[in-house]
């Protein structure tokens, strides 16, 4: 049984007031955000959630930008598309740091990508950053020469996603990067399936990051779940693939065979961050919460693959790495 889509939608709200949090308190820059949140809304979150947040950050902009910084000039030879985008503001940043990809495709319901437009032609700044655009689908989409915000429901991949994807100047002949940020726990396991099919058949090369909750089964775990289904939330795609192996085996056999690799949010903190950042973020803000980060952050993980249809694979596809 999957959530219903307004509870999901909601997610979004929770992920951008907490992701705001960490900024304001200086996790990591972005200046973007603060546009998409509403004063009252603001909030700051308990620590464990912040350092949550900035782990998550900054393990998937390391991935990105290992992607576009693997090519000499990734706006001629690099895509990515984000499934499940909300009010994520990775184009905004990139661009601003002069990485951005050929084109950048985000996507989400119709709900979320009209309020995500609107905030985004209000900014001067965003909509500087933008470039050459129109609004389409009465407002609920924005189609430009390097960015696009496209509307739909995921779970119809092939007979709504896909058209739109050809529909803005999605190139499958560019090495394209598929970024779902706790997007695939709340679908069905097939239609997930159904995103990789097409993107192996469909796509020369690509690499697919996801990040996930695992580890449902555990004490922690299950309370966990039941917090969540408290609130109507529903993970089918946590009990399909509920642990670090089952995550790169859904890539392998999904014909993602190339890299596979499944880190839990626990070592992409305390292995893969440089002592030194480790230090920047331990002066944030007093933490006192390490029983219950560890359990937390041992439930969450990045996992990432590739695949590709050339004779040889690309070398970035081996250099992908936290």
Not at 142 to 149: M, P, R, V
């Given at each position: 049984?999957?959530?219903?889509k307004v509870?999901?939608q909601g997610?979004n709200?929770d992920?951008?007031?907490?992701?705001?949090s960490?900024i304001n308190?200086?996790?990591?820059?972005?200046?973007?955000?603060?546009a998409f949140v509403?004063?009252?809304s603001?909030?700051?979150?308990?620590?464990?959630?912040n350092?949550g947040t900035?782990?998550?950050?900054?393990?998937?902009?390391?991935?990105?930008?290992?992607?576009l910084?693997?090519?000499?000039?990734p706006?001629?030879d690099?895509?990515?598309?984000?499934?499940?985008?909300?009010?994520?503001?990775?184009?905004?940043m990139?661009?601003?740091?002069n990485?951005q990809?050929?084109?950048?495709i985000?996507?989400?319901?119709?709900?979320?990508?009209?309020?995500?437009?609107?905030?985004?032609?209000?900014?001067?700044e965003?909509?500087?950053?933008l470039?050459?655009?129109?609004l389409?689908?009465?407002g609920?989409e924005?189609?430009?020469?390097?960015?696009?915000?496209i509307s739909?429901?995921?779970?119809?991949?092939?007979s709504?996603?896909v058209?739109?994807?050809?529909?803005v100047?999605?190139?499958?002949?560019?090495?394209?990067?598929?970024?779902?940020?706790?997007?695939?726990?709340y679908?069905?396991?097939?239609?997930?399936?159904?995103?990789?099919a097409?993107?192996v058949?469909?796509?020369?090369?690509s690499?697919?990051?996801n990040?996930?909750?695992?580890n449902?089964?555990?004490s922690?775990?299950?309370?966990?779940m039941d917090n969540l289904?408290?609130?109507?939330i529903m993970?089918?795609?946590?009990?399909a693939?509920?642990?670090?192996?089952?995550?790169?085996?859904?890539?392998?056999?999904?014909?993602?065979?190339?890299?596979?690799?499944?880190?839990?949010?626990?070592?992409?903190?305390?292995?893969?961050?440089?002592p030194?950042?480790r230090?920047?973020?331990?002066?944030?803000?007093?933490?006192?919460?390490?029983?219950?980060?560890?359990?937390?952050?041992s439930?969450?993980?990045?996992?990432?693959?590739?695949?590709?249809?050339?004779?040889?694979?690309?070398?970035?596809?081996s250099?992908?790495?936290?």
């Open positions: 049984m999957a959530s219903d509870t999901v997610t709200e992920a951008t007031v907490a992701r705001l960490a308190l200086g996790y990591f820059k972005d200046p973007f955000t603060t509403k004063m009252r603001a909030q700051r979150k308990p620590p464990i959630i350092r900035y782990t998550r950050f900054s393990a998937i902009q390391k991935l990105v930008t290992s992607f910084r693997s090519s000499p000039n706006a001629l690099r895509q990515i598309i984000c499934l499940g985008a909300g009010f994520d503001t990775r184009f905004f990139l661009k601003v740091e990485i990809p050929k084109l950048h985000d996507i989400d319901f119709p709900e979320v990508t009209s309020r995500k437009a609107q905030i985004m032609k209000k900014n001067k965003m909509t500087g950053l470039g050459n655009h129109v389409a689908a009465g609920s924005i189609h430009g020469d390097e960015y696009c915000l739909g429901d995921l779970t119809q991949w092939n709504e996603i058209p739109k994807l050809m529909n100047g999605f190139d499958p002949s560019v090495p394209t990067l598929i970024l779902a940020e706790l997007v695939y726990v679908m069905p396991p097939e239609s997930v399936q159904d995103i990789l097409w993107s058949s469909a796509v020369t090369s690499v697919m990051i990040y996930d909750q695992i449902p089964h555990d922690f775990g299950k309370m966990m289904k408290m609130r109507n993970l089918p795609g946590l009990l693939y509920p642990s670090l192996e089952c995550q790169k085996k859904r890539f392998f056999d999904g014909g993602y065979v190339l890299n596979a690799t499944a880190v839990t949010m626990l070592d992409q903190y305390e292995i893969h961050t440089p030194e950042e230090h920047r973020v331990s002066k944030v803000e007093m933490f006192d919460e390490v029983e219950e980060w560890q359990l937390m952050a439930h969450y993980c990045i996992a990432w693959a590739c695949q590709s249809r050339d004779s040889l694979p690309h070398d970035w596809m250099k992908l790495s936290l």
